[in-house]
């Protein structure tokens, strides 16, 4: 299976591309000899009119094969006029153009469909708000909805994942602003609101792994459910019998779903009881899954005053789940610090921790220093230490050797995002996204190829056709989508390469063009000649390069 997915992989394209070639020649009137998919003798064949079609056994390449398309080529006086060298400088460039712009032009067809099946997104309604973050600051809170960003319409929080964030989505219009104030236009019940937001910078990886700068203000579309940690079993709440993990559902009768709704009665309590009603997760169910049954349950708290100064707090033992330790994998940096599940973090690197992103911000920005971490005991004893976060190497399915950091312990908090809203002119919107997404990538990887030439990306993830061929069988058996979008990637990622100034390759043609536009006459056969040989030499030497590569990739790891 994997040589049937390769074929048609690699099949779809070439076609593509030679399909380009063909047209562009039949519309300038240039007489096609012949159509390959593949090099060597034909498996398959037919000759119409004037063009033979064939198929041949090697698919690793193709051909179209015009009149005249080599110089030093005999042709007949009749068919002078359809010769490709004799026809004018800017139909030959069109002509070559055409191979690699429509494997350029194919993709985006791709991304039309997938966008067009998007019938409905999350909405651009904040779930949550990060304490000490610039939306904090700017006083946005939860269940705002974001109309504008700098008068640009949003409409969305985000694609899926495929997307890397639309025209009209939230991360979209910030992402790309480290440092520069925005004026945010939200809608907060009936009224319309402006803030200026500048969008505090930090480091973001896409979809191709690259390293970038790019701008967050603190939100998220995920609002935590009202699940609680408790502080301490002697205090309030665990004298009420509640503990770490515990799903409040109501407080004095009224309907309570997240975090932040809790988190404002409790903070306005001026003593008086409390009746909760909550759900306790029981045993897990399966060792594949956090599957867990809820058992209903209700209390009563009582708070306890604390006196400070001139006035009196009431203490309920209550906080989010989201600072409580749930699980720690055994020989990680958490399992050598000593940490337990049901320990609260309260410090890193000497700065209060509200959120458990704190860890992926640290993580993100000094990967390699080392970190101070505060946390309580159950019951209160504090503790610190520092640590590092661990390198782990890993393969993925692809045979790429690659390295992730990792802290080793997670937090117990659950999640939910709004409810999805109907994609507005999903015909439009997949046009002018699937070409957005198009242009987006087409920059990405030029900026990848140029990295592979500095030496900033690793010469070795350079694939050759079993690296390929690996990455149609994984992407078919994930699903067709996935195959369809390598698709697409591997087009784009061939249309660019054919514009390489290398001959044998289109971009070399396009350069020979160039320079004869400039000298105002063609090079001579001898320096053809001679820039393609230099052109294989170079070619055959990246294919044994890349099959180097592939052969310590898959056997030699």
């Known amino acids: 299976m994997t040589l049937l997915y390769f074929v048609l992989l690699v099949g779809v394209l070439i076609f593509v591309h030679e399909v380009g070639h063909f047209l562009l020649a039949k519309l300038f009137n240039v007489k096609v000899l012949k159509f ?10 037919f000759r119409r009119g004037e063009t033979e079609y064939c198929i041949a056994w090697l698919p690793l390449g193709g051909f ?27 139909q030959r460039y069109a002509i070559v153009l055409a191979g690699p712009i429509f494997n350029i032009i194919f993709p985006t067809l791709i991304y039309f469909i997938f966008f067009a099946s998007q019938s409905r997104l999350p909405p651009p309604v904040i779930g949550k708000v990060l304490p000490d973050e610039p939306a904090a ?9 974001i109309l504008a960003v700098d008068g640009r319409p949003v409409r969305y929080w985000t694609d899926r994942e495929a997307a890397g964030g639309g025209l009209w989505s939230v991360t979209h219009n910030i992402a790309p602003y480290p440092g520069v104030a925005l004026r945010i236009t939200i809608k907060r019940g009936g009224q319309r609101l402006e803030r200026f937001i500048t969008p505090r910078e930090d480091v973001c990886y896409d979809r191709l792994g690259l390293r970038w700068r790019c701008g967050v203000i603190g939100v998220s579309p995920l609002f935590e459910m009202a699940q609680i940690g408790v502080i301490d079993p002697a205090g309030p709440a665990g004298r009420a019998g509640l503990r770490t993990g515990d799903l409040i559902t109501a407080v004095n009768g009224r309907p309570i779903e997240r975090w932040d709704e809790l988190a404002q009665l409790l903070e306005h309590n ?26 209903p349950r209700t209390t009563v708290l009582d708070p306890e005053p604390r006196h400070e100064a001139t006035t009196v707090r009431y203490e309920t033992g209550i906080a989010s789940a989201e ?25 890193l690197d000497g700065r209060p921790v509200k959120h458990w992103a704190v860890f992926g911000q640290a993580l993100r ?9 505060v946390w309580l ?15 782990v190497a890993y393969r993925d399915d692809l045979g790429n050797q690659l390295a992730r950091y990792v802290f080793g312990a997670e937090a117990d908090v659950v999640a939910r995002a709004h409810e999805p809203v109907p994609v507005e002119g999903r015909l439009g919107y997949a046009a002018v996204e699937s070409v957005r997404y198009t242009s987006d990538l087409v920059h990405k990887l030029l900026v990848v190829i140029v990295e592979l030439f500095r030496g900033g990306i690793s010469r070795d993830t350079i694939g050759g ?5 690996k990455a149609a069988r994984v992407a078919a058996e994930t699903g067709w989508d996935k195959f369809l979008l390598l698709m697409a990637l591997i087009s784009i990622n061939l249309g660019i390469i054919n514009l390489l100034p290398v001959p044998l390759l289109d971009g070399g043609h396009i350069m020979f063009f160039t320079i004869e536009a400039i000298r105002r006459r063609p090079l001579s056969l001898r320096a053809r000649a001679l820039a393609s040989y230099f052109g294989l030499v170079l070619l055959v030497s990246l294919m044994v390069f890349a099959l180097k590569n592939d052969i310590t990739r898959f056997w030699f790891r």
Do not use: C
């Open 365 to 373: 920005q000094r990967p390699d220093a080392d970190h101070r971490l």
């Open 377 to 391: 005991r159950l019951g209160g004893e504090q503790r610190e230490a520092r640590f590092r976060f661990a390198q």
């Open 323 to 347: 600072l409580f330790v749930r699980h720690i994998d055994p020989g990680s940096p958490a399992a050598a610090l000593g940490l337990k599940p049901g320990d609260r973090i309260v410090a």
């Open 270 to 295: 001026r003593g008086d009881a409390l009746r909760l009603a909550y759900l306790r997760p029981g045993a897990p169910l399966s060792d594949f899954a956090d599957l867990r049954l809820l058992h």
């Open 465 to 469: 056709p079993l690296m390929l061929a």
């Open 64 to 90: 179209v094969k015009m009149l005249g398309e080599d110089p030093a080529e005999p042709v007949r006086r009749e068919d002078h006029d359809r010769a490709f060298h004799h026809k004018p400088l800017w």
């Open 137 to 145: 600051e700017a006083g946005l809170r939860p269940g705002d909805r």
């Open 36 to 45: 390959s998919l593949g090099f060597g003798p034909a498996a398959l064949g």
